[in-house]
């Protein structure tokens, strides 16, 4: 095989190696650094003696007829400080460099090759994916770069918290689809974790940026403050200092250039006073709709399923079908839309839940739940769901014979119902008097909320703003999307939920009893440790004795603290 050398002095090969060399051709190709002789080569895989002494008797000839060329061009004797890339690696002594390069057949086509191909690659490297300007994408990624240089990040945004984030940065809803298309910015997110900037874990869904996504957003807030910097309910904090992740030298010069931002050690505190719904009903621009969970009208017995459909029918009351995960009814205040001629309406309406649901049981359901545990468990996602005002409806109340359980039995569970747990109970006689009673809810709530202004929020600042009936003039509701994705039964919980449904299965501990616990000891972990902390049986079997349960302060009780220390401090099987 023999070598050519460039003008820029480099060297390539521009003989194809013989046939019976292929596999140290293909060596050299994946030797990353120089040679400067053949002799060098011998550290490759299939370069023998033979080959090496043959390469430098070529590479000795072919150096001796380029001196004869290139003698009378002096400028390429060596390179210099100011020399630009392409004449950084002039020949500086006798001994050439071998730059190892792919084999072709037209030699006259190596010279220079590698400068003309990388040129083009780093531009599109360079250029790669960059969303425009207010754009659901650009929202998006400023949006959790907001957030991962907040002191108070979790590390990642939730579905409503990211959407209610970036919607200010983005002229398109994130929410609802626009008229004659069927998506949303929200789109955008699923081109964002195929290219790997944003990464989507957990479920419910927490959504971060990767890398090369906090990478993109530091060049998207390079190029100018975003609008979210003038909003007083997310701002940027103050210099990078505190936060390792902002490793750009620009970006520092950058924060440091705008100084702190005084609101910031306030960020948590005014929230509830800056609250800015995502979208509003004024009176008069919603209608009240009755929610039925599609379980009521299908399964079973068909014709009594179908005789509740009748019954509101009859009764003129506006009610929709659909899946409802926790309850059997609900009402919502749909968007009212003004039908104008040749203008074709949204797909979709916006949906508010008001703050009522109704948990439908017959007395042979009632029995049935109570015996395979369904009762507590409902009605602790009832009180869980985000309504202040649950309903049992209680239907057949009058028929308590030939159950499983006794009538006596059935009645102190209702009672206990309303009573203990504070839900509101309504007896019915027939399925008649049910749907009588749902038709005179929709009355009462459409009088209740026609003249008030509602706004949609989510979970956390319902929580901040209880109680949610309605009061001068306005009320924060949930939308149904989030109220009903929240309510799933079957989703993956925290430990924190499993710890609870854990408590509850002890003979004496309610829903209330096992929040409290939960107030003081979040997860089992933290339970042991407590535990562990004691230095004598007595102190672990009082530990939880004194904790404060339900409405009226009551405390645990040594009974139950007994029985939970035997039960988490005892190794194997209990006595």
Not at 190 to 217: F, H
Request: hydrophobic content about 35%.
């Amino acid at each position: 095989r023999s070598w050519g050398v460039g003008r820029s002095g480099f060297l390539f090969h521009s003989a194809v190696c013989p046939a019976s060399r292929p596999q140290a051709l293909s060596s050299l190709h994946k030797y990353p650094l120089p040679l400067r002789s053949g002799r060098e080569a011998r550290i490759l895989q299939y370069f023998g003696e033979h080959i090496c002494r043959q390469l430098d008797e070529q590479l000795e000839k072919h150096r001796r007829a380029q001196e004869d060329l290139v003698a009378p061009a002096t400028s390429w004797s060596g390179p210099e400080d100011g020399d630009p890339p392409s004449s950084q690696d002039t020949l500086a002594s006798d001994i050439p460099i071998l730059q190892p390069v792919p084999c072709s057949t037209k030699p006259d086509q190596l010279q220079g090759q590698p400068l003309k191909k990388n040129k083009p690659a780093s531009r599109r490297r360079a250029r790669g994916y960059f969303p425009a300007p207010r754009s659901g994408a650009y929202a998006v990624l400023v949006a959790l770069y907001q957030d991962s240089i907040s002191p108070h990040t979790r590390g990642y945004l939730t579905k409503p918290e990211l959407q209610r984030a970036a919607q200010p940065l983005c002229d398109k809803s994130f929410f609802l689809a626009g008229p004659g298309t069927k998506t949303t910015a929200w789109s955008a997110v699923s081109t964002l974790i195929r290219k790997e900037l944003v990464l989507k874990t957990n479920i419910p869904a927490r959504y971060s940026l990767t890398e090369s996504g906090l990478a993109l957003a530091k060049e998207l807030l390079a190029l100018g403050k975003p609008p979210l910097l003038q909003d007083d309910d997310l701002r940027l904090p103050a210099a990078g200092s505190e936060e390792p992740s902002v490793d750009s030298e620009g970006e520092d010069r950058q924060c440091s250039d705008q100084g702190t931002f005084p609101e910031e050690p306030r960020a948590e505190e005014p929230r509830a006073d800056t609250f800015k719904p995502q979208f509003t009903f004024c009176p008069g621009q919603f209608d009240v709709i009755l929610c039925v969970d599609f379980i009521e009208t299908t399964g079973g017995p068909t014709s009594r399923k179908q005789d509740l459909v009748n019954e509101l029918e009859r009764n003129g009351v506006p009610f929709s079908i659909r899946k409802l995960n926790v309850g059997d009814f609900l009402w919502v205040a749909r968007e009212r839309h003004s039908s104008a001629a040749g203008q074709l309406q949204p797909l979709t309406s916006q949906e508010l839940v008001l703050d009522y649901v109704v948990e439908r049981k017959r007395m042979p359901d009632l029995c049935s739940s109570i015996i395979d545990g369904r009762f507590r468990e409902q009605k602790f996602r009832l009180r869980q769901c985000g309504l202040s005002h649950p309903i049992y409806l209680v239907e057949d109340s009058g028929s308590g014979q030939h159950l499983s359980l006794p009538e006596k039995t059935l009645q102190q569970a209702i009672t206990n119902t309303q009573v203990v747990d504070g839900f509101f109970v309504k007896r019915t006689r027939d399925i008649r008097e049910s749907a009588a009673y749902l038709t005179i809810m929709t009355r009462h709530l459409t009088k209740l909320y026609k003249d008030k202004t509602l706004q949609s929020c989510t979970k956390e600042e319902l929580e901040r703003e209880r109680p949610l009936q309605p009061r001068n003039d306005s009320c924060m509701l949930l939308t149904f999307a989030e109220f009903n994705e929240g309510a799933m039964k079957n989703k993956p919980q925290t430990v924190s939920e499993v710890f609870a449904r854990q408590l509850m299965q002890i003979s004496g501990i309610s829903g209330e009893k096992a929040a409290a616990i939960l107030e003081r000891y979040k997860t089992p972990a933290s339970l042991l440790a407590a535990y562990a902390a004691c230095k004598t049986t007595l102190e672990k079997e009082q530990l939880l004795s004194s904790i404060k349960c339900g409405k009226l302060q009551r405390n645990l009780g040594p009974a139950l603290s007994k029985t939970l220390a035997q039960l988490y401090c005892t190794p194997g099987p209990l006595p």
